[in-house]
């Protein structure tokens, strides 16, 4: 089996560490607070055997060295960002795989918010951890790339099965969710979504992880390509400019 620990780092970062009980191995999806994770890894009798970076940010790799200092782990990241990547030992891109244990993980790549953004899909586990490529409700900001580029990456995350769980780096949920109300509010899905997220908050429980069927029903971004979406951000049979649209909107929100 493998076991997802999930904890706050920083403002409103996740971390998480992914264990793999027959082997003992251990990766740490992102570092965003390298103490905190080795606190959380010994707390639970693990030792972190990886680091899986899924982009440059230093709230995702800011924490490699300190990992791999105490642990001699070994650092996997995106190929196309390995200059920026600290203490990377495996740099990778889309069609690579790597184990944990017995467990095959298949690397997309999904390039928008930064332009080697990866992401770790472990098809058999139905789960995929998407660092800022895809939140709840949301996604992440086209700070390096293009809306072409990121609704093309989106749309390969779509395309994973509906029952996959996706772990997403950070607690946006309920701001997501007040916009996504904003440009989609007859949307009966996303309404009843967002009455939870608001109740879980108000518990301060999280709300990540999600679902790839929960988003694909209620995240406007990753419904750019349907005909009610598109008319109503003005771009019919367009999904590259809905997509476009609403992201536009979102960043002046």
Known sequence: MIDVHQFPCLNDNYGFLVHDRDSGETAAIDTPDGDKYLDEAERLG??????????????HAGGNLRIKETTGCRVFGPAGEAEKIPGIDAPLQGGDGVQLGDWSVKVLDVPGHTLGHIAYHIPDARMAFVGDALFA??????????????????????????????????????????????????????????DEVTAKRQRGDWTVPTTIARELDANPFLRADDPAMQSAMGHPGDPVATFAEIRSRKDNF
Not at 46 to 59: F, L, Q, V
Not at 138 to 167: A, D, H, Q
Request: proline share 7%; glycine share 4%; with cysteine.
């Open 137 to 194: 409700l949301g996604c992440g900001r086209v700070f390096e790339g293009n809306p072409k580029m990121m609704w093309t990456s989106l749309s390969r995350l779509k395309s994973l099965p509906p029952e996959t769980v996706i772990y997403c780096a950070h607690e946006y949920t309920a701001a997501n969710a007040k916009f996504a109300l904003s440009v989609d509010p007859e949307n009966l899905a996303l309404r009843a979504y967002a």
């Open 46 to 59: 693990w030792t972190i055997t990886a680091i899986w970076n899924t982009h440059w940010h230093p709230d």
